[in-house]
């Protein structure tokens, strides 16, 4: 849990408050001035109405300038983004012929296969000459080529599991998943902080939803204690089935989910699990198959792994994979295999290639060494930070790192700043957050080199200081001393 400071949190309420006065006195007279107006309605009803977009018009569009950024290059460490303007206070941006070349620490390419590979990208050219670009078709149909046969092949075997299935999108394979393998009479215990593609798809099902505190195994099993003793809803009838969804790395939080206890609970209380693992598949672990490989729990005692290819396989889509009979069952029912474009050959020759490259298949050692310098990397980084007084979240060997905000004033202020010395951050707020808890989301990558982190520890340092968000008192820095020690002095001298 995150506590914040009474000043900071009184503050940042102090400023939404404002916002929200100073956005209800415009719409006012908003209201008065469109009065005179002409309506070209003609008795329709308005699609957004006043207080549904008020967040919109009256906060969003003040800063809309740090965010969907226009990048004109791979996101590789670096890459260009397109500068914009506006002429209406933000409300439209234009962009320009003119770019800048910024360091990316805002990108998911966690192992640096989203820019050209000496080994992926021939790969993926042949693919593109010999199926091209798309199937046009999904893969019920004439969509399933002889690569994605050899990904779901692939990925069963990375990840440790009989079978598994993909997907052309991410956010699908778990919003599209969840209401085919749950439904009425079941119950649905989710983290308080999925992503949102769980939420969507946990309350798409039709099961009973039940929230436990954030990696917190002891309220986990007593959600499910009493869940059981309760029965479903009027009457009181056991569960058909119970699923527990948990992710391996939490994205906004940079944080590992304590896999192992959460296991031990839904074991006992016999509770299926279903871990997310979009962000840590291919990151974490020595052979960078995960927080299961990391926290050493067994893959079998995970029923349900679900993962996506856009984070360390410089990809497209998601994938399931579980028993031979769950994989056959979702081919036969999910939506999303029996009515979407199948994922696009290249990207599926992609995230192949990329897997037999960490796996070391490729000839070479390039693989574990990308893996060693983004556990290396992120670890510097995390920890210079702390020392440098800003509040980060998260754990050890997560390239996620969270630097908090919470004033709506410093989102902006810290993007801005940071852009003009070329770093590109992520910002992140609300809705995506809760209100009081801003943030910038620092993610860290393997095509990261010791000299970009250090400049961008040098950046971010004077940005948090203009800003005023280290929160914390700042190490102080050791010198070293290269003093020779006299024997008889400092030092014992042995015959």
Request: with cysteine; net charge positive; glycine share 8%.
């Amino acid at each position: 849990m995150i506590t914040i400071p009474y000043l900071t949190a009184l503050s940042t309420y102090f400023s939404y408050g404002l916002l929200f006065a100073f956005g209800q006195f415009r719409d006012f007279f908003r209201k008065i001035f469109d009065w005179w107006q002409a309506s070209n309605l003609q008795g329709y009803a308005p699609i957004c109405l006043g207080l549904e977009d008020f967040y919109i018009r009256r906060l969003y569009l003040r800063i809309q300038d740090c965010f969907g950024r226009p990048i004109a290059s791979a996101p590789d460490a670096w890459f260009d983004v397109v500068e914009r303007y506006s002429n209406d206070n933000n409300k439209t941006l234009k962009r320009t012929e003119k770019i800048s070349r910024c360091l990316n620490l805002g990108s998911y390419n966690y192992l640096g296969f989203a820019a050209a590979d000496e080994y992926c990208t021939p790969r993926v050219i042949d693919s593109l000459n010999r199926f091209s670009a798309s199937t046009c078709s999904t893969r019920v149909d004439g969509g399933t080529t002889t690569l994605h046969k050899e990904l779901e092949d692939c990925v069963a075997n990375f990840v440790g599991k009989p079978a598994a299935v993909v997907f052309g999108m991410g956010y699908v394979t778990n919003s599209a998943i969840l209401p085919v393998i749950i439904g009425k009479g079941g119950l649905i215990i989710s983290d308080s902080l999925n992503h949102n593609s769980i939420v969507n798809g946990a309350r798409g099902s039709g099961a009973t939803i039940r929230v436990f505190q954030h990696n917190t195994p002891s309220h986990l099993e007593k959600v499910l204690r009493e869940q059981i003793a309760e029965g479903q809803p009027r009457t009181h009838r056991p569960w058909k089935k119970i699923i527990v969804v948990v992710e391996g790395i939490y994205s906004m939080e940079g944080e590992l989910c304590k896999l192992p206890e959460i296991v031990t609970v839904c074991k006992k209380y016999k509770a299926y699990v279903y871990l997310d693992e979009a962000h840590s598949i291919g990151a974490v672990g020595k052979t960078g198959r995960g927080v299961c490989e990391l926290l050493g729990v067994d893959t079998a005692d995970v029923d349900i792994m679900m993962g996506t290819f856009t984070k360390s396989f410089g990809s497209c889509g998601g994938y399931i994979a579980g028993s031979k009979e769950l994989i056959q069952y979702l081919k036969y029912t999910c939506p999303a295999h029996l009515y979407a474009t199948s994922i696009s050959p290249p990207a599926a020759q992609q995230i192949i290639s990329s897997i037999k490259v960490i796996l070391g298949e490729d000839g070479s050692s390039r693989g574990a060494q990308k893996l060693a310098r983004i556990r290396e990397n992120s670890n510097f980084f995390r920890s210079e930070l702390q020392k440098m007084g800003f509040e980060v979240l998260g754990d050890n060997d997560s390239p996620v790192m969270p630097i908090m905000l919470y004033n709506p004033a410093k989102i902006p202020a810290f993007s801005r700043e940071c852009l003009k010395q070329n770093i590109a951050v992520v910002t992140v707020a609300f809705p995506a957050t809760p209100l009081l808890l801003a943030r910038a989301r620092i993610c860290i990558s393997a095509s990261h080199t010791k000299e970009d982190l250090l400049k961008a520890l040098e950046v971010i340092s004077q940005v948090g200081d203009l800003v005023g968000i280290k929160y914390f008192p700042a190490e102080p820095k050791k010198q070293l001393q290269h003093q020779e020690q006299q024997p008889g002095k400092d030092t014992i001298k042995l015959e």
